[in-house]
């Protein structure tokens, strides 16, 4: 037990690295926020310009999802940092990990978005254009707000699971949270380090859970 | 506001069809059907299920794309090429079998969408003359109720009010109380005879024959895709001389 308490919960060791880590913390933050924040609405921006069925664009958008869906998060992050500038693209480590990230759950969330579009029935549709709606009154309306308020659980799983991908950062050496504690972790030869970053993780993640539920809350509609 | 305040002509025709036909792939659902509807009157369509009378309602405001034919609502032509579809479609008011409220949105909120968004109406005035309308079909009181909050009498009776709302030329009727409990099916058949009243065009297909009998000016028999006679509710569907008629009534009373 005193073991225990000595390698993981040793904090008065930690003293000298708070700022690192809080800094690093508040790195985790943006990113996991600017990824969540691109991400899904450009997920539902695609689903949406899917819905117009223009065909050569969505063989383009099928194969934009699969792609992004397959493809490891740590590669995609590799590439946007050293592959890119070979196209002229020189971006910053935290651009690059949040653009590759965002990109991972924008194809994500136009699944989620589009299984919702799909699941609204006809009869929706009939009824707003039958009222003299168009086409995108009718989804603005009438399907989004329904597809919006069934698709939060399922939105909410991914958008945490992608941003949790923001410790990848650490490949192109974004000083993010779990980064900067792995680092302290090896200079003083104590994971608890490590104990302070899974701590911050759940501080930044629960309260992002609770906030979605209570989404789930105000957006349902009584049945 | 029935049709004739507005200033049109009662003996305009509401609805004309001339020679509609209706494929689905090679399978040929409606052909050769012709049908005039006189302002104020309520035409109601009746046949077994698979005759297309639903299929010809719903080509009326193009839900389905007729195969061949015209049609016109109010003296404009529904079918055709560079028709400002969602403008007709606001002249004729649509009830559906399966209600198709809008779940997210209170009865009063059903009502008032197009009224908004497409009539352009205020806020207040849409909110004024949803609350008429709904005052029209009995729920009043119901206004800030979800749909599933309604029973399904009641929900049918606020996809009455969404269509009256409008003020359009005709309301088509898709078999408005098949998907009912039989004790609701009552209150909605209500509502209609209300709605006829008021001095709505109606094209209603529907499987209840006294409805049929009672309410409509005049009855229109399908069958496998044509129309097999019309003539007065006495003349279909009490005193019928086409055999497949009777065979048709003998069936629906058993």
Known sequence: MDQIIRYFFDFPLMAAYWPDILRGFLITIQMSILT???????????????????????????????????????????????????????????????????????????????????????????????????????????????????????????????????????????????????????????????????????????????????LERVYAHPR | MTVSERGRSTLEDSVVIRGLGK????VEVLRNVNLDVKKGEAVVIVGSSGSGKSTCLRCINRLEEPTEGHIFVGGHEVTGKGVDLNALRRRIGMVFQSINLYPHKTALGNVTLALRKVAGLSKAEANEKGRRHLELVG?????????????????????IARAMALEPDVILFDEPTSALDPELV?????????????????????????????????????????????????????????????????????
């Open chain 1, 36 to 214: 969540v924040v691109i991400g899904i609405p450009l997920g539902l921006l695609i689903a949406i310009v899917r819905l117009y069925g223009i065909r050569p664009l969505n063989i383009l958008i099928i194969f934009y999802i699969d792609f992004f869906r397959s493809i490891p998060q740590l590669v995609l992050i590799v590439l946007a940092y050293f592959a890119l500038p070979y196209f002229g693209l020189v971006l910053e480590p935290i651009t690059a990990t949040v653009m590759a990230l965002a990109i991972v759950l924008s194809a994500f969330s136009e699944e989620i978005f589009w299984a919702g579009i799909s699941s609204v029935a006809k009869g929706q549709w009939e009824a707003g254009r039958s009222t003299g709606l168009n086409f995108t009154q009718t989804l603005a309306y009438i399907v989004l707000p329904q597809v919006v308020r069934m698709s939060i659980p399922p939105l909410t799983n991914r958008a945490i699971g992608i941003s949790k991908g923001t410790t990848l950062g650490s490949v192109v050496a974004v000083p993010e949270l779990l980064n900067v504690t792995s680092s302290i972790q090896s200079n003083v030869a104590n994971p608890t380090a490590l104990t302070v970053g899974a701590l911050l993780f759940l501080v930044l993640f629960l309260p992002f859970v609770r906030f979605t539920r209570w």
């Open chain 2, 23 to 26: 494929t689905f792939g090679s």
């Open chain 2, 139 to 159: 729920l009043g009181q119901k206004a800030d109720s979800y749909p599933a909050q309604l029973s399904g009498g009641q929900q049918q009776r606020v996809g």
């Open chain 2, 186 to 254: 009552g209150e909605v058949l209500n509502v209609m005879v209300r709605t006829k009243e008021l001095g709505m065009t109606m094209v209603v297909v529907t499987h209840e024959m006294q409805f049929a009998r009672e309410v409509a000016d005049r009855v229109v028999f399908m069958d496998h895709g044509v129309v097999l006679a019309e003539g007065t509710p006495e003349e279909i569907l009490v005193a019928p001389e086409h055999p497949r008629i009777r065979e048709f009534l003998t069936r629906t009373k058993s």
